[in-house]
């Protein structure tokens, strides 16, 4: 089973989220496992609990709820990688949290990110708003040269594909095709941002180049 990282500020929502897993996996309440952090972060002996753990068999498919990953410490995360490195079939692992910059690269690319972050909170800042304007409407590739897109960071490039997420979410009941579309490109594109080293200039340029021949 691909563990699951799953990423919101919204412990309501989470919950659901968590439990609705449950219900279409139909784990058993006895093989559903949390493990909490002590005080405030994970501690390594809560680990190598969990690695005695692992090597009991079981007939039923077990689930592994890892609380606070994001606010523990690299020695705790170097561990789980090691147990999210071998192959265990019928153990499922989530890892709920807020935010995904704290966890190491090595355990996000063995791992599922799912978001549940209502796109609602965004707000699209004016800069934003005219740099799709001119992508969907200027003959030439001046929208290349706005500064709101010149040498962004990760963090900051990420901030603004939530931003054209949800702009164009707000274009599914008017131009649902090709706004469908640019979101599906953008989630791909951001998954592997937040998962792999891709350089933040090239990923908005292909997104910005292919929203522009979306509506040419």
């Known amino acids: 089973m691909i563990p699951l990282i799953i990423v919101s500020n919204d412990q309501k929502r989470l919950a659901d989220y968590i439990k609705k897993i449950i219900k279409d996996e139909s784990f058993l309440s006895n093989f559903i496992y949390s493990i909490k952090p002590v005080k405030t972060e994970l501690a390594i002996d809560q680990i190598r609990l969990l690695k005695k753990e692992l090597k009991i068999s079981f007939s039923n498919k077990r689930l592994f709820i890892i609380e606070a990953l994001d606010v523990s410490g690299l020695e705790v995360q170097n561990a789980l990688l ?23 690269p090595t355990i996000r690319s063995r791992t599922k990110i799912i978001n549940l972050n209502d796109f609602t909170n965004y707000k699209i800042s004016p800069s934003t708003k005219t740099l799709l304007e001119i992508t969907e409407k200027n003959d030439g590739l001046s929208f290349l040269n706005q500064s709101v897109i010149q040498s962004p960071s990760k963090e900051d490039l990420i901030q603004l594909l939530e931003e054209i997420i949800f702009y164009y979410r707000q274009r599914l009941a008017v131009d649902g095709v090709k706004a469908s579309k640019i979101i599906k490109k953008i989630m791909s594109l951001k998954d592997l941002l937040q998962n792999n080293n891709l350089n933040p200039q090239l990923t908005i340029d292909n997104i910005l180049l292919f929203i522009h021949k979306i509506y040419s």
């Open 82 to 104: 090691k147990t999210l490195e071998e192959n265990h079939v019928k153990n499922q692992f989530i890892f709920p949290l807020k935010n995904i910059e704290k966890i190491l």
